[in-house]
């Protein structure tokens, strides 16, 4: 039985600003309003369009490509077996009917705000601006004196310090931390430490702080980003959800994605680690130096299956559900999320990892 409910507000790497990287993550089936999301790439906007486009069924079939072709048959993105629908969970949908009886106007940015409303807690996983755009944008309508009750921005230190000093500092962005309504406020997460979720206490979110490359311009500097590990104390099921990240290997850095790795062979028995999201950036064909601190798909199969090797366990990944995000938009003939997902179950064959590779969708919810 599925325990997670993921909706992708937005998957993209890049370049386009419209919608990158935030899910919205849920217990399954619950009622209420209730969200966190992971990232802030995305937001009202696309909560919005969410909306709009559920009433349009034809679109259900075809997703947007722009490349071989202009649409494509949106079957080709996930996997047969994945749990995959268009648009918000119905339980979201029922909430809102009760949660709009209050409201004098019923269109659709009435209802997007109520959805909004309920994000209580974003999970920063790094403050680069396609992971916290929307939510910044976002943030004047969380600090409105109507919109219940203050919004948390979780991260780990090094996040948290950087939206503090360079976004939200009265130049950048009017610093909504300390002035108005507090309706806004930061909490520090520590690395490897599970922290209860206030939406949802029944969840334990564990950080784990991972290699993202180097400085563009300070030689040797490195960036650092966060993969979450959401693991729910009752069901014990467990759901890993990353932001940008390479291989402890690939700049040469100290262990860091080996512990998150260590700490899940260790603490999430096998079949509760219910699934991965993940980023794989850039094709096979990118030159390692042009990574740029992300995934490729040898790097990701490696790391699945360095995964399996320390449980120890050939077969413990087996059906696992793994959805890749962050595909960068490039110019080539054919779709890039689709190459990707071919290299990706190739070089997956060939390890004998047989794990169920997806794209992230936006305006899809996958069930975990
Ligand atoms: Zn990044
Ligand atoms: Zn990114």
Wanted: aromatic share 10%; proline share 5%; net charge negative.
């Amino acid at each position: 039985m599925s325990n997670f409910e993921v909706t992708v507000l937005g998957a993209s790497g890049g370049t386009d600003g419209g919608a990158t990287q935030c899910f919205m993550v849920r217990p399954m089936g619950c009622r209420g309003l209730r969200s966190i999301c992971v990232d802030g790439g995305a937001g009202f906007s696309q909560i919005s369009q969410m909306l709009a486009r559920s009433k349009d069924s034809f679109k259900s079939e075809l997703l947007e490509s722009f490349y071989a072709n202009d649409f494509e048959p949106a079957g080709q993105f996930f996997d047969p077996k994945a749990s995959v629908s268009l648009g918000f969970p119905q339980c979201i949908l029922g909430s809102l009917e009760d949660a709009l009886e209050k409201h004098k106007h019923l269109n659709t940015f009435t209802k997007a705000m109520e959805i909004y409303m309920g994000v209580k807690e974003y999970y920063i996983t790094h403050a680069h601006l396609d992971h916290i755009g929307a939510m910044v944008l976002n943030s004047p309508f969380a600090c409105d004196a109507n919109s219940g009750d203050a919004k948390l921005i979780c991260a780990l230190p090094f996040t948290l310090q950087a939206i503090e000093k360079h976004i939200f500092n009265d130049v950048i962005w009017p610093d909504l931390l300390h002035g108005g309504s507090s309706r806004l406020k930061l909490s520090s997460l520590t690395d490897g430490i599970p922290h209860v979720c206030g939406a949802f206490p029944q969840w334990d979110i564990i950080p784990f702080k991972v290699h993202h490359g180097f400085s563009a311009s300070i030689v040797d500097e490195r960036v650092y980003s966060t993969v979450y590990l959401f693991s729910d104390r009752s069901t014990k099921q467990s759901l890993l959800v990353c932001g940008d990240l390479e291989p402890d290997s690939a700049s040469g850095g100290e262990p860091l994605l080996e512990k998150a790795w260590e700490y899940i062979a260790t603490r999430v028995p096998r079949g509760n680690l219910k699934g991965i999201i993940v980023e794989c950036s850039s094709s096979a064909s990118t030159p390692k130096h042009e990574l740029y601190g992300h995934m490729s798909p040898a790097y990701l199969v490696g790391q699945l299956s360095r995964l399996r090797e320390m449980y120890g366990d050939p077969d413990v990944l087996a059906g696992l559900s793994i959805l890749v995000t962050h595909v960068k938009t490039i110019i080539s003939e054919k779709d890039p999320r689709l190459v990707i997902l071919q290299e990706l179950r190739e070089a997956a064959l060939q390890e004998r990892l047989d794990v169920r590779f997806s794209m992230a969708v936006q305006g899809y919810t996958f069930s975990f």
